[in-house]
C-alpha cells in the first residue's frame, strides 16, 4: 500500500523560504513518476512541479525559477524548496505519485496523472 506523508508547512512572511518533505513507503520516488501540487480555497488543483524516473522535471510557469523538486533515494523522500515565496503561494500542498507505466516518462502537470495522494501540508504566506 502506497502511503504519502508532507511536512515542513507552516507561516513564513513574503519573500521568505520553505522547505517541504514528503515521505513516501510502498513506491519507489527513484523509479516511478513523482509530483507536488496544491489547492488554495475556491480554486483547482494545480500541478507545480513533476519528475519523472529519468530526472526530467517540469515545472509550471508560476513557479518557475522558485520552487525546485527534488529526491532523496536513501530516504524515499521528495521536496520541495520554496523560495521567495508570495501570499498567492498560501495553500495546501500535496505531494503526488503515480507507478503506472502510461505516465513513466511524459510524468504530466496533470491531476489525472496520479493515483497516489498525502493529506496534505499548509503554507501561509504573508505580505
Known amino acids: 500500500q502506497v502511503q504519502l506523508v508532507e511536512s515542513g508547512g507552516g507561516s513564513v512572511q513574503s519573500g521568505g523560504s520553505l522547505r517541504l518533505s514528503c515521505a513516501a513507503s510502498g513506491l519507489s520516488v527513484s523509479q516511478n513518476c513523482i509530483a507536488w501540487f496544491r489547492q488554495a480555497p475556491g480554486k483547482e488543483r494545480e500541478a507545480l512541479a513533476t519528475?519523472?524516473?529519468?530526472?526530467?522535471?517540469k515545472y509550471t510557469d508560476s513557479v518557475k525559477g522558485r520552487f525546485a523538486i527534488s529526491r532523496d533515494t536513501a530516504k524515499n523522500t521528495l521536496d520541495l524548496q520554496m523560495n521567495s515565496l508570495k501570499p498567492e503561494d498560501s495553500a495546501m500542498y500535496y505531494c503526488?505519485?503515480?507507478?503506472?507505466?502510461?505516465?513513466?516518462?511524459?510524468?504530466?502537470?496533470?491531476?489525472?496523472?496520479?493515483?497516489?495522494w498525502g493529506q496534505g501540508t499548509q503554507v501561509t504566506v504573508s505580505s
Open positions: 519528475r519523472n524516473r529519468y530526472g526530467i522535471i
Open positions: 503526488a505519485a503515480t507507478s503506472s507505466p502510461l505516465f513513466a516518462n511524459s510524468c504530466p502537470l496533470s491531476r489525472a496523472a496520479f493515483a497516489n
